[in-house]
T-cell receptor, first 114, second 113 residues
Framework: ETGVTQTPRHLVMGMTNKKSLKCEQH?????MYWYKQSAKKPLELMFVYSLEERVENNSVPSRFSPECPNSSHLFLHLHTLQPEDSALYLC?????????????FGPGTRLTVL | GEDVEQSLFLSVREGDSSVINCTYTDSSSTYLYWYKQEPGAGLQLLTY?????DMKQDQRLTVLLNKKDKHLSLRIADTQTGDSAIYFC?????????????FGTGTLLAVQP
């Protein structure tokens, strides 16, 4: 247990569905991250939040919409996804978004888009 | 741009030592990390090394850093079947307002009994 939880662990959705991924950290951290892990590709950073403000958006399509209501919770809202969006979505948190603070990862949500 | 490379696969026998290698391109990296990912799980931080160090030892794990060649390695002594997993090397650097991690594609370590 890393102190970062994600729900659901598995999600299958059609291209017209709307769903949300949830991440919660119990570490008292101020920064949270969404990563995408696709087969045979390095982890891709999607979004970074620091103290509930988005500080990084790595050219992610608008069909992915993050939300950070407080420093412990992070959501990724999904709509009109494509089959190529199927991947493992990992959430991480760190004490701050700057410096060299270690990132701790959740178990991920395995997303399949039909 | 920043790039981190690893070999894709390593097979060892139980009890042997494993050495997983990584090369990176950004010489301004502050920390370099090793993460482990078991099937169906997220990434577990194994160890890290500050960029001004050459070596770090933590129980069965030894990290070696050659900053001149931008080469990082992870040695696992007395490898066990429970060490079978994907190992990711990552470098951190400060870009814009955030500290970013750049990951390699991962090395699948298979431990044969």
């Amino acid at each position: 247990e890393t102190g970062v939880t994600q729900t659901p662990r598995h999600l299958v959705m059609g291209m017209t569905n709307k769903k949300s991924l949830k991440c919660e950290q119990h570490l008292g951290h101020n920064a949270m991250y969404w990563y995408k892990q696709s087969a045979k590709k390095p982890l891709e950073l999607m979004f970074v939040y620091s103290l509930e403000e988005r500080v990084e958006n790595n050219s992610v399509p608008s069909r992915f919409s993050p939300e950070c209501p407080n420093s412990s919770h992070l959501f990724l809202h999904l709509h009109t996804l494509q089959p190529e969006d199927s991947a493992l979505y990992l959430c991480a948190s760190s004490r701050t978004s700057g410096g060299a603070d270690t990132q701790y990862f959740g178990p991920g949500t395995r997303l399949t888009v039909l | 741009g920043e790039d981190v490379e690893q070999s894709l696969f390593l097979s060892v026998r139980e009890g042997d030592s494993s050495v997983i290698n990584c090369t990176y391109t950004d010489s301004s990296s502050t920390y370099l990390y090793w993460y482990k990912q078991e099937p169906g799980a997220g990434l577990q931080l194994l160890t890290y090394i500050f960029s001004n160090m050459d070596m770090k030892q933590d129980q069965r794990l030894t990290v070696l850093l050659n900053k001149k060649d931008k080469h990082l390695s992870l040695r696992i002594a007395d490898t066990q079947t429970g060490d079978s997993a994907i190992y990711f090397c990552a470098e951190s650097f400060y870009g814009g307002a955030t500290n970013k991690l750049i990951f390699g594609t991962g090395t699948l370590l298979a431990v044969q009994p």
